[in-house]
């Protein structure tokens, strides 16, 4: 299976601009895909919708805005991991106290929100009708060799197997770790987590990275939690 040169190029082009693989990525179908119904009020279910979907429908569209709301309702953790590491370089247990709660009380938001997904999206139709859209090249049953992107000189006429799009390319999870010094096992999960992180914005993988190497909330703690 080939995509043509007229829709290949132009793709690649793009894609090479922002960072990221010529594939739909989380970015392009969550992130970059919303709108408010009324722009004063805050960005949680009821208030958005897509601006693109494939084939349409009820389950698509909540499943792709249940994301987006948490996405939105991340937002003031990932503040607080910022205050919290800036809170150990300058040695305050009680901001550090404090940001921390802040993450804690954004995660539960944010599990609430997910927990909503079964409202409106069958899991049945899921597979049915939005999966397909969304799968990619890799793994692909109906594309063991991938997908040839015609007259793309970086890929020398070789079958490219670009993941698709899923949640695992968020940026939420993985910063998560990094601020609270969670490891996990070397194992085929962690390198696909790790994979993932190309088809990132390349500003939020700049931000994961930075948390990564920033000053230890986790390490903080353990040698404090006495005071």
Not at 100 to 127: G, K, N, W
Request: aromatic fraction near 8%.
């Amino acid at each position: 299976s080939s995509i043509p040169a007229c829709l290949a190029l132009p793709w690649h082009q793009l894609a090479r601009m922002l960072g990221r693989p010529p594939v739909l990525s989380y970015a392009s179908y969550a992130l970059d895909n919303w709108r408010r119904f009324d722009p004063h009020r805050p960005i949680e279910l009821g208030n958005i919708a897509l601006l693109q979907n494939f084939l349409g429908g009820q389950d698509e569209e909540w499943f792709v805005v249940v994301h987006v709301a948490i996405e939105a309702k991340a937002g003031s953790a990932l503040a607080a991991i910022l205050a919290a590491q800036h809170a150990v370089a300058d040695h305050r247990p009680d901001i550090v106290t404090e940001q921390l709660a802040t993450i804690a009380r954004t995660l539960q938001s944010m599990h609430d929100i997910l927990l909503r997904m079964p409202e409106r999206c069958d899991p049945y139709v899921y597979f049915r009708r939005v999966r397909p859209y969304i799968h990619g090249w890799a793994n692909h049953p109906g594309l063991p060799a991938g997908m040839i992107y015609e007259a793309v000189e970086d890929y020398h006429g070789i079958a490219q197997n670009f993941r698709g799009e899923t949640g695992a390319q968020s940026s939420i999870i993985p910063v998560l770790d990094a601020a609270l010094g969670i490891a996990h096992a070397e194992d085929m999960l962690r390198r696909y987590l790790k994979e993932m992180r190309d088809y990132m914005p390349p500003k939020h993988r700049t931000f994961i990275e930075t948390v990564e190497t920033g000053p230890s909330t986790r390490d903080y703690v353990l040698r404090h939690r006495d005071l």
